[in-house]
């Protein structure tokens, strides 16, 4: 019987995952889970022909150029690939793949329960409910923004963004939106398009942010666009911590501007800025935005597909590089 191809596995993956890779796959498994440095990856890599990664893998130039020569792909158990130096990638001749399309509902349900406990002020009730904090009732207590009717600016109406603005109509939310194209009208909606985000700002009471981190979109929510919000707006994050300065938007929640934010991604995670967490505004989760069994099966599943192509010598049907 031939040998089956190696596969590096960097994390831990759902059990069904595990069990289809293992019947075509000779996996090198993580049962630890913790995550690889770029020199135990370079070492455990030596002989397999897949590095199986997801977004907490590291695959800098400096990683990817000492990749043992064994090596013909990097399939990413992730929709984003910002932690993969593409283009040293592309020049080593290596195929990098993602998963794209099926994180979306997740996602978007991550994105509304964000969105609704920041402007509800979910966090301050959790806290005192938990910590016996809760001492009386009255007509000016935890007020915060109401949802439903507002205008919401959605940054990215790609998958992810189309099914949020989609989930927001229930709300009677008005939709509008910046992308680097403007939709087909059926895929609108009705939605309003701005050509510039400095545009879409302004209108933006409650902003969600669905683009990926790229060279263009790195530090986009700076200070100068964070101040183009109406008083009082709540931002949303869902897409990767690398979209917004922290800073200008820890400045910005303290002084109000930006009434509130619900993040589930971060610079440098796991070790967020501490701004965060100091402040009571924030509604903050640990980056779950694809965090169901169905989605993270559906992706495992996908990467699974992208890999069989590779080692067949096929054109995987999720190639970024
Ligand atoms: C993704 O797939 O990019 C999610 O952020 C989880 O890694």
């Known amino acids: 019987m031939p040998r089956k191809p190696v596969v590096l ?3 831990k993956i759902p059990d069904d995952v595990e069990a289809r890779l293992k019947r075509d796959y000779e996996p ?32 800098s130039a400096e990683v990817i150029g000492r990749l043992p020569a064994s090596v013909k792909g990097i399939v990413n158990f992730s929709v984003g690939y910002d932690h993969v130096d593409v283009k040293a990638a592309k020049a080593r001749g290596l195929i990098v793949t993602n998963t794209p399309g099926v994180l979306n509902d997740a996602t978007a349900e991550i994105a ?36 439903t009717g507002k205008t919401l600016g959605i940054i990215g109406m790609g998958r992810v963004g189309r099914i949020f ?10 939709i509008h939106y910046f992308n680097r194209t403007r939709l087909a009208p059926e895929q609108e ?4 398009y701005h050509a510039r985000v400095e545009d879409l700002l302004p209108h933006a009471q409650f902003l969600s942010i ?25 931002v949303v994050n869902t897409a990767r911590g690398a979209i917004v300065d922290d800073e200008a938007l820890i400045a910005a929640l303290k002084s109000g501007h930006v009434a509130a934010a619900g993040l589930d991604v971060f610079n440098n995670e ?28 559906a992706m495992g599943f996908k990467a699974l597909d992208n890999m069989d192509a590779i080692v067949a010598g096929r054109a995987p049907p999720d190639r970024v590089a």
């Not at 669905?210 to 709540?234: D, S, W």
């Not at 980056?287 to 169905?294: D, M, Q, V, Y």
Request: with cysteine; glycine share 10%; hydrophobic share 45%.
């Open 9 to 11: 596995v960097c994390r």
């Open 28 to 59: 090198r498994l993580n049962p630890s889970d913790r995550v690889y440095s770029g020199d135990e990856l370079v070492k455990l890599a030596d002989g397999a022909e897949i590095v199986f990664a997801s977004h907490s893998e590291i695959l």
């Open 112 to 147: 509304m329960l964000l969105m609704l406990g920041a402007a509800r002020r979910a966090a301050e009730g959790e806290r005192m409910m938990r910590n016996g904090e809760w001492k009386e009732w009255s007509l000016a207590f935890m007020v915060g923004s109401q949802v």
């Open 165 to 174: 603005a989609r989930r927001a109509r229930g709300f009677d939310m008005k």
């Open 189 to 192: 909606l009705g939605a309003v």
């Open 210 to 234: 669905h683009c990926p981190a790229t060279p263009e979109t790195r530090g986009l929510m700076n200070g100068a666009r964070l101040a183009l919000l109406p008083k009082g707006a709540i």
């Open 270 to 297: 796991p070790r967020f800025n501490p701004g965060y967490s100091a402040l009571w505004n924030t509604f903050l989760l640990p980056h779950i935005g694809s965090a169901t069994r169905e989605t993270r099966n």
